[in-house]
């Protein structure tokens, strides 16, 4: 990958931080699946915006993997990082760290990839990037 690409990539690199509160959290006192996926696209949405500053929609997701609970009222951290160009799409990779407000430490609790395509204003597919070479 040359030096261009990857510093698109590193400068793209997407963080947000969420409190889990009660109205997000399911019968169990943790965060809903749905809630924590709706985030995913979120960020990883905008990772993919940043990088290519060009329209893009989810065309797909791959492999979420809930390996950690997020109870309600820990602090999440989502990170979002383009692992992988095309000629009019991109990979995301997302991972959801949860830490406990109180104490010191964090754990990775969801991890998943999202496929972007760029698009243009008639919804076709356009390169993701004007030059990868």
């Known amino acids: 990958m040359n030096a261009a690409i990857q510093t698109r990539i590193e400068n793209s690199e997407t963080r947000i931080f969420k409190a889990v509160f009660p109205n997000t959290t399911n019968h169990y006192d943790t965060l809903f699946g749905g809630t924590a996926l709706q985030l995913m696209d979120e960020a990883s949405f905008i990772c993919a915006t940043r990088f290519s500053r060009k329209k893009v929609v989810t065309v797909s997701t791959d492999k979420i993997d ?68």
């Open 66 to 133: 809930f390996t950690e609970p997020i109870p309600q009222g820990t602090l999440i951290e989502l990170v979002a990082r383009v692992i992988k160009v095309g000629n009019t799409s991109c990979v995301v990779e997302v991972t959801i760290f949860r830490e406990r407000m109180y104490e010191e430490g964090r754990k990775k609790a969801v991890t998943g990839f999202f496929t972007f395509v760029a698009i243009d204003d008639h919804k076709n597919p356009v390169k993701i990037i004007d030059s990868i070479s």
